[in-house]
């Protein structure tokens, strides 16, 4: 993963958000459709798919990783707190509530695995 300077809405200003943002851009898979992250930090991910969503409801999704070389899936539950619709995309934002990393040969159901 390459890390980048955080980002801050306010760079003026003291940022309302409880962690920094990191621009990143990662390959997920939520419901059958692709993505790629935009922006992620310790507690919540941005990121644009085709999947349609709505705010307030409960996601799981899997987000692509290399941590030194080696290949990880991030698996991933949250809350979406905000939708942006985009031409052929939709923006979502997460708040999360549980990820943990596992290798790409995992054979189990890694969302059975989440703390809902």
Same mark, same amino acid.
Do not use: W
């Given at each position: 993963?390459?890390?980048?300077?955080?980002?801050?809405?306010?760079?003026?200003?003291?940022?309302?958000?409880?962690?920094?943002?990191?621009?990143?851009?990662?390959?997920?898979?939520?419901? /059958? *459709?692709? !993505?790629?992250?935009?922006?992620? %930090?310790?507690?919540?991910?941005?990121?644009?798919?085709?999947? +349609?969503?709505?705010?307030?409801?409960?996601?799981?999704?899997?987000?692509?990783?290399?941590?030194?070389?080696?290949?990880?899936?991030?698996?991933?539950?949250?809350?979406?707190?905000?939708?942006?619709?985009k031409p /052929? *995309?939709? !923006?979502?934002?997460?708040?999360? %509530?549980?990820s943990f990393?596992i290798d790409?040969?995992?054979? +189990?159901?890694?969302?059975?695995?989440?703390?809902?």
């Amino acid at each position: 993963m390459d890390y980048k300077q955080p980002i801050h809405s306010n760079p003026t200003g003291p940022s309302r958000r409880a962690a920094d943002r990191f621009a990143s851009e990662l390959p997920l898979e939520i419901d /059958g *459709a692709s !993505g790629m992250t935009r922006n992620v %930090s310790a507690t919540g991910v941005y990121f644009e798919t085709t999947a +349609e969503q709505v705010p307030g409801s409960r996601v799981h999704f899997v987000v692509e990783v290399t941590v030194k070389g080696e290949r990880l899936k991030m698996v991933c539950a949250g809350d979406v707190v905000r939708v942006d619709r985009k031409p /052929g *995309a939709v !923006g979502i934002a997460v708040k999360l %509530s549980s990820s943990f990393f596992i290798d790409t040969d995992h054979s +189990e159901d890694p969302f059975d695995q989440l703390d809902d």
